[in-house]
C-alpha cells in the first residue's frame, strides 16, 4: 500500500488569513485569540485551519500558542509583487503532497480533468477529500502565479541567477570572498559560493547594519539592529544558495 503524503485541509488564501490574524497580535497570541480575531470557535475544522497553516510554513504551533514565521514575514515585508508571489510559492509548496505534485509536473500540463481521481489513486489521498484538497492545490497555484492559464506547472518557482550588488565605492579594495573581513564600513558574507556586500554604518555614520540583496524576484533590505534579525539574513543566503546549486546542475 503506498505511503500517505500529508496533505493541507485548507486553502491557501485561508491559511494567509490566519497567519494575519495571528502577526495583528504582534506575531504571537493564543489560539483562543486567532479565532476570536477571525469570528470562528474552536472546532475541528478550525483546528484543521490551524494544522494547515503550520503545513504551508506560515505559523507555528506549541502548547496552544501560535506564532508567525520566517516565510510569513517575508512575505509581509515583501518589497515587489515578484518577492510576494515567490513567497506564495515557498508556502505553497511546504506541504510534502503539493511539493510532490509540483516535481512530476513542472514543465508540464496539469492533468485538471482528471486532477481529483489522480490524488486518490495515485498520492492516496482519502476519496472523501481529495475534492476539496484537489481545489486548494489548483487554487494556491493560479493565485501563486505557479499554473498559468494554460494550466501548465512552471518550470522553475526560482527562475534565473541572482545579481551581486556592485560596490559603492570602486576605489575601495575588495575583500578576500573566503573570509569576513571588515573593511572602512564594509564586509562581505559568503553563501554557497555567492558572495553578497553587506553595508555596515559603524563609526562612519550610525550603529546599525544594513545588508541589500537584489536580483530576479527579490529585492530585500534590512537593518540589522538584533541577533534575532539575523535569522532573516541566514533564510535569505539559505535561498540564494539553493538557486545558485540548481543553476549549476542546470549547466
Known amino acids: 500500500m503506498a505511503k500517505i503524503i500529508e496533505y493541507p485541509r485548507a486553502s491557501l488564501r485561508s491559511a494567509m488569513q490566519l ?39 506560515l505559523i507555528d504551533s506549541k502548547a496552544g500558542k501560535l506564532s508567525t514565521t520566517i516565510l510569513y514575514r517575508n512575505f509581509k515585508l515583501a518589497y515587489t509583487p515578484e518577492e510576494t508571489q515567490s513567497r506564495l510559492r515557498e508556502a505553497l509548496l511546504s506541504p510534502p503532497l503539493f511539493a510532490n505534485i509540483y516535481e512530476r509536473f ?6 485538471v480533468s482528471h486532477f481529483e481521481k489522480m490524488l486518490m489513486r495515485e498520492f492516496n489521498v482519502p476519496d472523501e477529500v481529495a475534492s476539496r484538497v484537489s481545489g486548494y492545490f489548483l487554487d494556491g497555484a493560479k493565485q501563486s502565479g505557479l499554473l498559468n492559464s494554460e494550466n501548465c506547472l512552471i518550470a ?9 550588488e556592485e560596490p559603492l565605492d570602486d576605489a575601495i579594495e575588495q575583500p578576500d570572498p573566503s573570509s569576513e573581513v571588515l573593511l572602512d564600513g564594509q564586509f562581505n558574507v559568503v553563501a554557497g559560493g555567492a558572495t553578497q556586500k553587506v553595508l555596515a554604518g559603524g563609526a562612519t555614520t550610525h550603529d546599525d547594519f544594513q545588508i541589500n540583496i537584489r536580483g530576479p524576484g527579490i529585492n530585500f533590505s534590512l537593518e540589522i539592529r538584533e541577533l534575532d534579525d539575523l535569522d532573516v539574513v541566514q533564510v535569505m543566503l539559505r535561498k540564494i544558495e539553493r538557486a545558485l546549486k540548481q543553476a549549476e546542475k542546470n549547466v
Request: proline share 2%; charged share 25%; glycine share 12%.
Open 19 to 57: 497567519a494575519e490574524a495571528v502577526d495583528g497580535f504582534a506575531g504571537s497570541c493564543s489560539i483562543e485569540l486567532a479565532a476570536e480575531k477571525l469570528g470562528k470557535k474552536i472546532s475541528g475544522a478550525f483546528q484543521a485551519l490551524v494544522s494547515a497553516t503550520v503545513k504551508y510554513g
Open 106 to 111: 513542472k514543465g508540464q500540463k496539469l492533468p
Open 156 to 164: 522553475n518557482a526560482d527562475e534565473g541567477k541572482f545579481e551581486i
